[in-house]
């Protein structure tokens, strides 16, 4: 059943029965949600699916054009939060932040939010794309590594790892500080310590590895990483469901710069 947001945009005339129909298929065949098949199709623009959306839900449609955003505000989310969750911070209102999603359902990042902040989270809509460039322009273009564009490499591309790999690295004898693996475990590192994580816990599964923080005692999951990034099956002595480590962040780089 549709939701009810695009019923209504039925209803008023915006879109016909046929090109929601029409909708709905297409996002059920290439995985996207039947607003984004919308937009593709050009039956709707970015903005009105962000109105109804937000008229469903009783939030303000916001323009991220037209609205000056202080830098303290900015600086409140972390750019990786913001990044990865695609969500700007916009103002304060007492002693609750306003921000920016695109999707208004997205209850586990103002979940995430609220963890992170400890504070009351309020919520306008904005097209993903506004979304995004917005975050550009008040974080910068992101011109350094990140945890989610290390993630995005791995996921991408056909890098796997095997224990001939392991035996050579070993015989070489070389630094291993450049190893992608190696740039990904310190940023997580950097990001737990800018979130203000006590603990990271790392946990893989047959298809997939959650990785989470411990934040004022909660733990809070960022998104999954590819299950091939812990290497052939064999090489793992620990069952699927238990957690590899779970690491105090202060002093994890120290820490994992000696060897064993």
Do not use: C, W
């Not at 929601?20 to 623009?45: F, H, S």
């Not at 475990?185 to 950097?190: H, R």
């Not at 790392?202 to 934040?215: A, K, L, Q, S």
């Amino acid at each position: 059943m549709a939701s009810d947001f695009l019923e209504k945009l039925v209803q008023d005339g915006v879109i016909s029965r046929d090109q929601l129909a029409e909708a709905q298929q297409i996002a059920a065949n290439l995985g996207v949600t039947t607003e984004e098949a919308l937009v593709k199709l050009e039956y709707v623009d970015a903005a009105q699916i962000s109105s109804a959306q937000a008229d469903q839900f009783g939030y303000e449609s916001v323009n991220l054009d037209e609205i000056e955003i202080p830098q303290s505000v900015i600086e409140m989310v972390p750019e990786s939060v913001a990044r990865e969750n695609i969500v700007l911070p916009l103002a304060l209102d007492g002693d609750a932040l306003l921000v920016a999603l695109h999707d208004p359902m997205r209850f586990d990042v103002l979940d995430k939010l609220r963890f992170i902040l400890n504070r009351e989270i309020k919520v306008a809509v904005a097209p993903k794309d506004a979304i995004l460039n917005a975050i550009n322009r008040h974080y910068g273009q992101s011109e350094t590594e990140s945890v989610d564009s290390m993630l995005q490499e791995f996921t991408e591309t056909s890098i796997e790892f095997s224990s001939v790999d392991v035996k050579e690295a070993e015989a070489v004898g070389a630094d291993d500080s450049d190893a992608p693996i190696v740039k990904l475990v310190n940023l997580i590192i950097d990001e737990a310590m800018t979130m203000r994580a006590s603990d990271i816990h790392i946990e893989p599964f047959e298809d997939r590895i959650r990785i989470r923080y411990r934040i004022d005692g909660a733990l809070v999951e960022r998104d999954t990483a590819p299950r091939r990034l812990l290497g052939p099956r064999r090489l793992l002595h620990r069952s699927p469901a238990r957690p590899v480590e779970a690491a105090g962040v202060r002093g994890a780089r120290h820490a994992g710069g000696h060897g064993g």
